[in-house]
């Protein structure tokens, strides 16, 4: 990959296609046109290709994700484009007891019920049953034609949380698992789009499990690996640095442009998170609807934590490294300790309301509080990592939060048939307008596929 | 006023402050500050001042608001900036019975009851009874604070109203209610932000009268003349077209730049509305929980239209030209005739949902519309207007919807105390960010008036 500042006049020969951001659906979107015969440019605003996936790299050479990571089964496009590309997966760490702490107790656990008290798990069961049924029911292309989809799109997941779940614990767990799923906290989220959401990933259950669900498996070398190498193989045609600011459209086509220069294209794909669509002056300037249906998407909010140890120290007390809480701050970890043990890695997420205090504080204030949390799960062992990193993606300014954008109520009804539409030459891609996988790094790849279909049928 | 283009290279002479936006609030703002001493650049990305306020001729020569245009009792600090720049007010017009579409059925009425069936009128003013109250309980300077406040932040209007009305009807009308104060649908609203913006009026009661409310009184000549003399007074301070795109700190200012040019500052107002900030290039980038702010308040849908006829035709059959239905797009209209009633105008608005389905139809469509929601409130005299206009605040690119932007679920608990905090030189105004009258004109001008005595103190 040869990636360079781009600064090209006004061209006198037309680009096909011009790509904004050169995340994994960007770029997906850039190689299935040009395998279509097309001529293409991806424009990225950041330093790094990846968008919402990063590697880091800790000083003993072991290759952690601090954005996307997992892979699992029914993600059938991501897999097939990184076996294409000739990487590898490997499961994640599953073995061992898991851990909740419920009411200040920490509580070891190895079914599928959580650890948690009857009365708790029978609420939840129940819930978890209706929610699956209300999911099941809604038609992924357009989840505004689900039975009574405007009753619930109409209310928050808390609000709906608080009429269904009986118990206390019950809806504190919930609430978990709804910011462990979506970095938003339930009083933001529409309950249609959650439920949107639990189909589009098959089912709650599948979004929650480790082994055989959405963290099932880790990429080799790193989930920025699919994009790199996609990268290297588009070589010129990527352009770092290089924001697009404006976007003019013209009978005859679009001049995309920014402080770089600005060229001319026949086609352009806008697959950027949502909240930063705005940072572009389009002209026309875009329709009032679409305008605010990207008002109504605003991103979650996660502080993605990683410790490294000598050893997963944790494994040799019978323990996963999976832990929950209610009430710490860490509400989730996992061990993500690299394929061959060579050492010990736990990751943490600091999410919602929990992440948007942490951002609050001081970098060693953040450190002490998620090292603590991890001494409280797995005891004084855990006090002392070799090596800590974390990654705030609300703090990144061309992409501004995580996992992804959620439908805010409302939203759905409102505006949810102009996610895919698209705006004259202006073609969307992104996770977030993907009807399966919504959200993953699955959707990414699938949003890719299909942009570029839609374009390549009309060029 | 003579406003140009303003091109100047970075100087080595600060200004003091640059503001960006001249609405209600940036021209306030510049104002107090000149007044205090200080050098003012008025930065403003239209060709025009007002914000959201702007007015229409008539080819008669008949002046209509198209944006805000009503001042009531305690709108003190608009009243007095009027005052000292020579606009007086006078009634808007409030004789004759109003109507009210129940069930496909028109019916008159001249009380406070809206026509209502009791049932109706009971549930309806139980429910209000315990908003007021609820309200009243809310601290304008911290909502958060409100009892109960996170449960009433995570849930939404829509979801609240279903709990609490018991009518069919009555829920049907308090959207009306909703719609017609926020211009967007009790879905897309915390419960806590409704209690806030009505208790930051007085009371609902007062955000939806006319007579002694809300809408009590217009401004001569329209309302966009006080921003016309504000700007007039500030003269070559005042630079048109100039949309600022860039904001970068140092520790020794703020530079402002965009296409036409740049410029240094000591300390910058944004005065815009919060759905177009993010078209601003921080340096460095803003804060996550500030960026997910602005992600968090979006616009509300309205298209305000008005048609003008020779001669106020319903007030010869005893109408005040107040209408409201709870089915019709054209959900309320007023008698926006000038005092003189040297001829009738008709204003509708257009909110929430049906402004949206508006916005995507042929302007013949939308006008007929309109127009035949006009007869069948008043009869076929309304059928054929002698001018019409409509303006549509959502497609403003620089403004992006109306009347204000309303908090989310969540927002306030998770954002709401960075609402008025500078971001380093950067101070923050517009009528979302008052405690008082937020959202309304006055509002705009406290939030100039409070900005001006932050930096005023600091300088």
Request: with cysteine; aromatic share 8%.
């Given at each position: ?69 997992w ?10 484009l ?15 007891e898991?851990l909740?702490?419920?009411?200040g ?56 949380t ?29 309950m249609?789009?959650f ?12 979004l ?60 352009v ?93 001081s970098?060693?204030?953040?450190r ?5 949390d991890?001494?409280?799960y ?8 070799l ?15 995580g ?41 990414a ?15």
């Amino acid at each position: 990959m040869s990636p360079r500042r781009y600064v090209r006049p006004v061209s006198a020969d037309l680009t096909d296609v011009a790509i904004v951001g050169a995340g994994l659906a960007g770029l997906t979107a850039a190689r299935e046109l040009r395998r279509a015969g097309l001529e293409v440019v991806v424009l990225e605003a950041q330093d790094r290709v990846g968008g919402r996936t990063l590697n880091h790299t800790f000083d003993d050479g072991t290759v952690v994700e601090v954005g996307g990571q997992w892979v699992g089964p029914t993600q059938d496009r991501l897999i097939a484009l990184a076996d294409e590309l000739g990487i590898g997966t490997y499961p994640s760490w599953d073995e061992g007891e898991h851990l909740i702490e419920l009411s200040g107790v920490l509580r070891r656990y190895d079914d599928e019920y959580f650890g948690l008290p009857l009365p708790t798990m029978i609420d939840v069961g129940v819930a978890q049953a209706r929610i699956e049924r209300l999911a099941g029911r809604v038609p992924l292309d357009t989840p505004w034609d689900a039975p009574a989809a405007r009753r619930l799109d109409s209310e928050t997941v808390a609000s709906w949380t608080r009429r269904n779940l009986r118990t206390r614990l019950g809806r504190d767990f919930l609430r978990v698992v709804v910011e462990a799923v979506f970095s938003a906290e339930p009083e933001d989220i529409s309950m249609l789009h959650f439920l949107f959401y639990i189909r589009s990933g098959g089912s709650l259950d599948n979004l929650t499990r480790t082994s055989c669900g959405a963290q099932d498996s880790r990429l080799r070398g790193g989930s920025q690996e699919v994009s790199l190498r996609m990268a290297a193989e588009l070589g010129d045609a990527v352009h770092l640095g290089s924001p697009v600011l404006s976007l003019a459209q013209s009978a005859e086509g679009v001049t995309v442009g920014g402080y770089w220069g600005q060229l001319d294209a026949a086609r352009v794909v806008v697959a950027i998170p949502p909240a930063v669509i705005p940072r572009i002056s389009f002209a026309p300037a875009l329709s009032g609807r679409r305008a605010q249906l990207h008002a109504k998407m605003p991103p979650g909010y996660v502080i993605k934590c990683m410790a490294r140890y000598q050893h997963p120290f944790w494994r040799d007390r019978g323990l996963s490294g999976q832990a929950a809480s209610p009430e710490r701050p860490l509400a989730i970890t996992f061990d993500n300790s690299p394929a061959d043990g060579s050492c010990g890695v736990m990751l943490g997420f600091l999410e919602g309301g929990h992440a948007r205090r942490a951002s609050a504080m001081s970098e060693v204030a953040r450190r002490e509080l998620v090292v603590s949390d991890l001494e409280a799960y797995f005891g004084p062992e855990a006090r002392e990592p070799l090596e800590y990193v974390e990654q705030d993606w609300a703090a990144e300014e061309w992409i501004r939060g995580g996992y992804g954008a959620h439908l805010a109520p409302g939203t759905w009804i409102g505006y949810g048939s102009l996610l895919r539409e698209p705006e004259g030459l202006i073609h969307w891609a992104g996770s977030e307008t993907s009807p399966v996988w919504n959200g993953y790094m699955d959707g990414a790849v699938r949003s890719g596929e299909r942009v570029a279909a839609e374009i390549a049928d009309r060029l």
